[in-house]
């Protein structure tokens, strides 16, 4: 299978994707300019950020500032953002919506997303993103954190039907009926802490593989996502890693390690993405780790 840092997956609208980007969660203003310039140079095209994030302005910056050091083009560059969920609804959405472009320097983005499904509020917000992207200010919309029921649900009244699920994948946690419903429908999906946020990376039998293939863990992971059409969103704030994690195309796993990671699912179905809902807390972040503490 031939692929390399230019790789693409073709959405249900058309648009392509790139299979590699970088996260910049828990990345303040200052650090994820940093990375979001480095990611550039390091030939990163896909940016994934959130109003959620708090870094906005900083992944506005950075881009701006890697796109002219690198001679790029903002059409070279695949950025996502999401809505936050104390944005979510049909008004509030649009509203804010464009002050995130403002923050993001820029008049488009290439996919938004509903960041998590708030109970009551996501048929409402689809709307708003079905008419965002009517007006050609998203190029794709999708949505994230949606479990089988909740698209199910969505699906039920949508319009268009979402290009993308981004939502929790890695090794030890794969979600196979998810994925399965969003093959079916044609939702791509998109991996969201696929290192598990670091902690995979010291899982034993990932660590003979990155023997056996002279990587590191997280660069076998990262070419298990490549070689089964996952999207992931690695996230560093060093320019070691993000150029670590992008060297991932000069070996191939064999289909046989490809199931071996496979086997390591632990089943652990995430309940919490049924029973989602937005509780007023104005700290995004915290409210979404305690939802994960559950
Ligand atoms: N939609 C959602 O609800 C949602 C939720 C969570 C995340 N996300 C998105 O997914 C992105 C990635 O997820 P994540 O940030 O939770 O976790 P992740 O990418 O699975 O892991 C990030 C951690 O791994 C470390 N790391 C990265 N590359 C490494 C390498 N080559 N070797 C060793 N360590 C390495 C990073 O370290 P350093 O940072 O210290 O370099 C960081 O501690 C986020 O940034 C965000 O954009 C979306």
Redesign the pocket.
Known sequence: MKLDLNSTVTLNNGIKMPLLGM????SANKTASQSVRWALKHGYKLI???KQ?GNERGVGEGLTKGLSENGLKREDIFLTT?IFNGDEGYESTLDAFDNQLKNLQTDYVDLL?I??PVSGKYNETWKALEKIYNEGKAKAIGV??FNVERLTDLLSEATITPAVN???F?PLEQETDIKNFCDQNDIQLEA???????E??NNPQITNLAEKYNK????IILRWDMQRKIIA??????EK?IQ??TDIYDFELSNEDVQLINNLDLEKRSLWYGNFAWNGNPDGIKD?IDEWDD
Do not use: F, R
């Open positions: 996260g910049v969660w828990k994934d950020t959130a994030y999401k997303l960041h998590w994230s954190n981004q939502m929790e890695h969201w802490s696929p290192l598990g946020g670091g995979v990376l590191s863990t997280a660069q969103i690695p996230k560093s704030t060093h890693y670590q994690n979404t």
